[in-house]
Structure formats: C-alpha cells, structure tokens
C-alpha cells in the first residue's frame, strides 16, 4: 500500500513509520512525504530515508479548497492509496476528503472527543484528568473530528509535568500510528453505517489499549 504522510513540524510520527517500515513491520511503503513548511525537520527525515517530498506552502494558495487540490493532484501522481496527517496542523476541506474517502487518518495527542485543537497536552495537563493518551481517527473535516479507529491510554503520574506527559504520549503515538497504518494495508478496517454514527470496525484487533505503565 502506498501512503503519503503529511507534516508540518519535528516529524517524530513520520520517523516511527518510516522505522516501521524499514523493519519489515509495515506492509506499506511511504511513497510521498508533503509539508506545509519548508523548514520542517520532517523533510530532513524523508530525505534521509530516501523518500521523495515536497513543500506545499499554504501561502501560496488563496483558499483551502485551492491548496487541497493542490495536494490531491501531488497525491494522485505519487499513486497514493492512504493519507496520514501526522502533524499536520491544517484543517482540510471535502476537496481532499472526496479523493481520498474514508482514506485519510489523522493522530491526536489525546483521547479524542477530550481536548481537540492545538496543545492538547497542556489542555489535559490543565484540566487535571487522570488518564489521556492519543487517537487515531479517520478525518471528517472537522478540527479533530471523525470516526476514532484506535486510542491508547496514558496515566498522568503525580509527578508529571507537561513535558513529561506530553513526551510520555509521544511514545505511545510512535506505537499506534504505525499500527493502524498495518490494519489498513492488511485490509481489517471497515466503517458500519448501521448504528447512528459511523463507527470503525477492526477485524480481529483490540482498539483500544493501555500504555507502558
Ligand atoms: C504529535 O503529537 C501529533 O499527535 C500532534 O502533533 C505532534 C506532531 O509531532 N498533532 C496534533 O496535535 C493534531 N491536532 P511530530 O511532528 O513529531 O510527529
């Protein structure tokens, strides 16, 4: 399976699949890496694993619907198959979602619907909870939002700060977005319409965990 990973920062989640990849743990192939930022130290990381990439710059572009077709079109030359937002700090818009349905993952460093938006760490630090951890979901076109495909949970230890948690978070996402990746290329994920909401369901597979202690 062909993916396509999109970034706008540091690029950890992209490493951990391209790890993945690399270990023979991942039936798919990172065949684009795109980012809204040409000086994304995710693009450092494509090159070094020798996956082709390319800046997108949203400033180049009047509308969001003109800078997703702009995507769509580098996407569809690289025959891309599945799109993962790792990082990418842009809403996309239908235009995007229409190419690719049901095709476009993002992960989230909560347990989604908790906490979407910018700096979730500190939103959950904040607020005092318990437990968080992240969320991979298919993207809606909301901020945050659509159908949760798998979660793992983190406790916040008493001696947590927010970057201790957050860092905490960040090993989990490394474990799960490379995960879910597997279960779409081996074909296990399929969406019931049956129930109301869309849910996601997994052959076989437990969608939700529990983090290193
Ligand atoms: C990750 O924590 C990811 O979950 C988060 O940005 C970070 C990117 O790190 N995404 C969001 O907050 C999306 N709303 P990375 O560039 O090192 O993978």
């Known amino acids: 399976m062909r993916i396509a990973v999109l970034v706008s920062g540091s690029g950890t989640n992209l490493q951990a699949i391209l790890d993945a ?3 023979g743990c991942l039936e798919a192939e990172v065949a684009l890496v795109v980012s809204n930022k040409a000086n994304a130290m995710a693009l450092t990381r494509a090159h070094e694993a020798h996956v082709p990439s ?3 710059s949203h400033k180049d572009y009047a509308t969001r619907e003109a800078y997703d077709a702009a995507l769509v079109s580098a996407l569809r030359e690289h025959g891309v198959e599945l799109v993962v937002l790792a990082g990418f700090m842009r809403i996309v818009t239908p235009v995007l979602l229409a190419a690719f349905p049901n095709r476009v993952l993002n ?4 347990l989604l619907p908790a906490f979407p938006g910018l700096d979730a760490q500190r939103q959950a630090f904040e607020a005092g909870v318990a437990v968080t951890g992240c969320t991979v979901h298919l993207v809606d076109g909301g901020m945050d939002t659509g159908p949760i495909v798998a979660q793992t949970a983190v406790v916040v230890r008493g001696d947590d700060d927010e970057a201790t948690l957050r860092a905490r978070i960040l090993v989990e996402e490394h474990r799960l977005l490379p995960r879910v990746i597997q279960w779409f290329a081996r074909g296990l994920v ?3 319409h049956g129930r109301g909401v869309p849910r996601v369901v997994v052959a076989g597979q ?3 965990s529990f983090g290193e202690p």
């Open 21 to 23: 990849a690399r270990a």
């Open 54 to 56: 390319l800046v997108v």
């Open 107 to 110: 992960i989230h460093p909560s």
């Open 190 to 192: 399929t969406i019931d």
């Open 206 to 208: 437990a969608r939700g």
